[in-house]
């Protein structure tokens, strides 16, 4: 049994916020952030957008080109750091869409959760019972950055990206070899802990530890970008290597290279290592800026519409980010 890439959609908000915009609110500059990063623009969540509604957009169009009834979908797993509720997205998706025969559930692993949860999905298949899994990546980091931070608040955007993943024959799979990796000693390197906001002390404590009810809050997004930009150079091409490997494949025989779309200095440095050429990478990193674990569907979903990527077509994808969590498959499509 095998499972193969059957559709793709994405979904990005309105508001369109470019370098110049950031340089009016922090100490930056169009140049500064487009020769450091590749970002000139990224998209923000405002008013009533959300990250169910992308969500939804996103799905929605992956199954209108795969030619897939919802009802016809199994699983939905959403990847999502940035959730609208704590408790997960991926039963709201499944109501919204009308997926009335699927459940569904919400991984967290950042910038490495849309690879994590596509490898997720091809297990469900594998083990038989399962047709049509929907995988989605959504994410509003923005809820979540510190605008008044430079080093950071340049990088991040909101969006969603989506595949419909079904199941096939051995010979069709378009899964050709993955590896997933952690390391919970760099987690002090990117996270955004969670806080405690003291309660305002109230008379009816009873006693109780309890009381006053706690409230909490996260943190906004810390990161050492030297520390998280030296991992990242470092760790995606040895996974991307052992992945290749597992697919009886060298770099040469890839048609393109999409990364999780962080910083195109990172991208471009992966592919000189593995000497894949330029024309090979797919970026869409100047528009949308860094979406975590949205950026590898949304770049997809553009390069499959555009026509750039093409049936039978061999692409070398890793996620890496928080956690530290990172990982890369080789799928066709
Ligand atoms: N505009 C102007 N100057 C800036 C800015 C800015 N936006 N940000 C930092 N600077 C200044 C610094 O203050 C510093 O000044 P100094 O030399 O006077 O002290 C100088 O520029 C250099 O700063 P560095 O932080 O050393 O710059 P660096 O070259 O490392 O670039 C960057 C910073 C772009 C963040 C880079 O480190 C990077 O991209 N790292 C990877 C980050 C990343 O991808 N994170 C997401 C991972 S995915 C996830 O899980 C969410």
């Known amino acids: 049994m095998g499972s193969k890439l059957v559709g793709c959609g994405s979904a990005v908000p309105k508001l369109q916020i470019s370098n110049d915009d950031l340089a009016k609110i922090v100490d930056t500059s169009d140049e500064w952030i487009s020769v450091r990063t590749g970002i000139r623009n990224r998209r923000v969540i405002t008013g009533n957008e959300n990250v169910n509604a992308l969500a939804v957009q996103a799905a929605k169009s992956a199954l209108e080109m795969a030619e897939v009834e919802a009802e016809n979908v199994d699983l939905i797993i959403q990847s999502s750091s940035t959730p609208d509720d704590l408790f997960g ?64 608040c340049i990088l991040f955007g909101d969006a969603a990206g989506a595949v419909l993943l079904q199941a096939c024959s051995a010979d069709e799979d378009g899964l050709l070899g993955f590896d997933l990796n952690s390391d919970g000693s760099g987690q002090r390197f990117l996270n955004a802990p969670i806080k405690k906001i003291e309660p305002e002390a109230t008379s009816s404590t009873n006693g109780s530890p309890m009381f006053p009810p706690r409230k909490s809050a996260y943190s906004y ?10 991992f990242a150079v470092r760790s995606v091409p040895q996974t991307l290597q052992v992945s290749l490997e597992e697919a009886g494949l060298t770099s040469s025989n890839i048609d393109w290279l999409l990364l999780h779309q962080a910083n195109q200095r990172i991208i471009d440095s992966v592919a000189t290592r593995l000497g894949i050429p330029q024309e090979k990478i797919i970026s869409n990193l100047a528009n949308y800026g860094n979406t975590s674990s949205a950026s590898v569907p949304l770049a997809l ?20 980010g928080a956690g530290l969590h990172w990982g890369s498959a080789i799928l066709r499509w």
């Open 221 to 230: 997004i810390q990161m050492n970008g030297k520390e998280v930009f030296r």
């Open 301 to 320: 979903d553009e390069a499959v519409r555009s026509g750039k990527v093409k049936a039978g077509d061999k692409i070398a994808t890793a996620g890496f």
């Open 89 to 152: 997205g991926a039963a709201r998706i499944q109501k919204d869409l009308g997926c009335k025969n699927a459940w569904g559930f919400d991984i967290t692993a950042a910038c490495s959760g849309f690879i994590m949860g596509l490898i997720t999905a091809t297990r469900f298949i594998k083990g038989g019972g399962y047709q049509n899994i929907l995988v989605i990546g959504a994410e509003a980091l923005s809820r979540f950055v510190d605008f008044t931070d430079r080093g950071s």
